[in-house]
């Protein structure tokens, strides 16, 4: 064994809550927008008035469902909310409504590239709850201010088994979450306005320990980038108690992004008691069969499953396939395209290439983008014709196509003067020309200056504005220089 550190295991178990992209609550019909002012989503069911009354919203049972299934979870059929019990400010109502001990969803796990393969972080339960307000402690310098819009809205906590062994591994995992849950359209994974939030729960243990070790809980991270700093500082933080021959006590923890550090919050001596009881306002209810089968027919292809079809079926390097998975409207757009024609590889270039560019120079989604597929299936097709080149079509011909969607790329590269010349009666007397002004080099390159060929070729793009067809010119001056 090497260093202290690598005598150690590190053990992560995640909880990640997700807000469900419905148009209301979860018990009332308020707004779940983010960002509209303080306190205007906030009926009085929101604000707990007396007398008001929950009403489930269907679509977020929906929405956890669908998450449960693309998660290989068991789907409980029989369902009910229970209230547990609490003060906080941010909690008009005094309780949170959750399926804490009766989750929709149970088992199932989610699928992670590591360095040492493909490992599946098992799920413990996927259940739904609804968040609370928030308190807001910089808007007044003396004062806490609470705003209630995100009470309510509805969310699912997405918990695992201990089964993360390193820091990377919960990036890994927490970034295909991510992907899944826009994939599902089930919440947007916003991170940064706070739609997706983790804890992460942190041991560590001497290798070969079969006990887990005493674990902290670092609360509210959020962004993938903290997931991991936190494990990193938490590990190393609790290891060197452990060197010291301290003991770990059960915390919870809060992460300082700012300087990368942790601090406790509380300790959690026994399990809070939330005097837990099934909430007589909502009635228990059950899921049906053909509920859950209908909800399962919805589940698009997965980023998994879509680059495993991308490379055995399409020929694409895991990498291409990969980058062009990571949001499904842009792998949604590639397989339209390649409805359009055979050349998936160039599709991938295309995609990955100007099209990215474009699209990242003007902050645009590919939703907005003006192309269709077929148009750049189009523009392809001009290249592998040899009406042009890969360079010009991917510069002037996108842009002018970018000008004017609709029209067709052979057309608009003709009107514009842009296709080559491949024609060898045009391009040899260019040649001939060309290998005449340079009668020195040729003497050059008949004594083995092979790599004067480039010149050559470069003199003839000069000379036809760039309009040659570069492979016909090669072919042309190879056949004159032998
Ligand atoms: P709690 O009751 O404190 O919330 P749970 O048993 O519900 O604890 O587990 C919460 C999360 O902590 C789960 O993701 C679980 O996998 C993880 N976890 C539990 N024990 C450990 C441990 N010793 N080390 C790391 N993670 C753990
Ligand atoms: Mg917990």
Redesign the pocket.
């Known amino acids: 064994m090497n260093t202290i550190s690598e005598q150690y295991e590190v053990?992560?178990?995640?909880?990640v809550h997700a807000q469900l992209l419905t148009q209301s609550k979860l018990f009332c019909g308020d707004s779940i927008a983010f960002g509209a002012d303080a306190n205007t989503h906030v009926s009085p069911v929101t604000l707990a008035h007396p007398g008001s009354l929950p009403k489930m919203n269907r679509e977020a049972i929906a929405h956890a469902v669908k998450m449960g299934l693309a998660c290989h979870c068991e789907i409980e059929q029989k369902n009910y909310f229970a209230r547990k019990n609490y003060f906080y400010p941010d909690l008009p109502k005094g309780y949170q409504i959750s399926q804490h001990t009766t989750p929709i969803c149970k088992n199932g796990y989610v699928s992670i590239k590591t360095e040492a393969g493909k490992k599946e972080v098992r799920l413990?339960r996927i259940h739904m709850e609804e968040d609370a307000g928030k308190s807001l402690h910089d808007v007044n310098e003396s004062n806490t201010a609470v705003d209630y819009n995100r009470a309510g809205t509805p969310l699912i906590e997405i918990?695992?088994?201990?089964?993360l062994r390193s820091s990377e591994e919960a990036f890994a995992y927490v970034s295909e979450l991510r992907k899944m849950v826009r994939y599902l359209g089930v919440c947007d994974g916003n991170m940064e306005e706070g739609s997706m939030r983790c804890d992460a729960?942190?041991?560590v243990r001497k290798r070969g320990d079969e006990k887990?070790?005493?674990?902290v809980?670092v609360k509210n991270l959020n962004s993938i980038r903290n997931v991991k700093r936190a494990i990193d500082f938490e590990a190393q933080r609790l290891i060197k108690k452990l060197e010291a021959g301290e003991t770990i006590r059960?915390q919870t923890r809060s992460f300082d992004a700012h300087n990368g550090t942790t601090f406790a919050i509380r300790d959690?001596e026994d399990?809070e008691d939330y005097r837990y009881f099934p909430d007589p306002d909502l009635t228990p209810f059950d899921l049906k069969s053909e509920f859950i089968e209908s909800i399962r027919a919805e589940i698009p292809a997965l980023p998994a499953e879509r680059v495993h079809t991308y490379i055995h079926q399409y020929g694409l390097s895991e990498y291409d396939a990969t980058v062009l998975t990571e949001e499904k409207d842009v792998a949604d757009y590639f397989e339209a395209a390649i409805g359009h024609t055979q050349n998936y590889k160039a599709v991938a270039n295309w995609m990955l290439g100007p099209v990215k560019s474009f699209l990242n120079e003007q902050s645009q989604p590919i939703s907005g983008f003006v192309l269709q597929p077929a148009q750049v299936a189009a523009l392809i097709k001009c290249v592998d014709d040899g009406k042009l080149s890969f360079s010009t079509a991917s510069t002037r011909l996108f842009q002018l196509l970018i000008q004017n969607p609709t029209a067709a790329p052979d057309a608009l590269a003709a009107q514009h003067n842009l296709i080559q010349q491949s024609d060898a009666s045009a391009l040899e007397p260019v040649v001939d020309a060309v290998l005449e002004q340079l009668a020195d080099k040729v003497v050059a390159y008949k004594k083995g200056k092979k790599g004067l060929l480039a010149l050559f070729v470069g003199e003839v793009m000069k000379r036809t504005k760039g309009k040659a067809d570069p492979k016909k010119t090669n072919e042309i001056i190879l056949e004159k220089l032998k």
């Open positions: 053990v992560i178990g995640l909880e413990n918990v695992t088994e201990p089964d729960n942190i041991s887990l070790g005493t674990k809980e059960q959690k399990a």
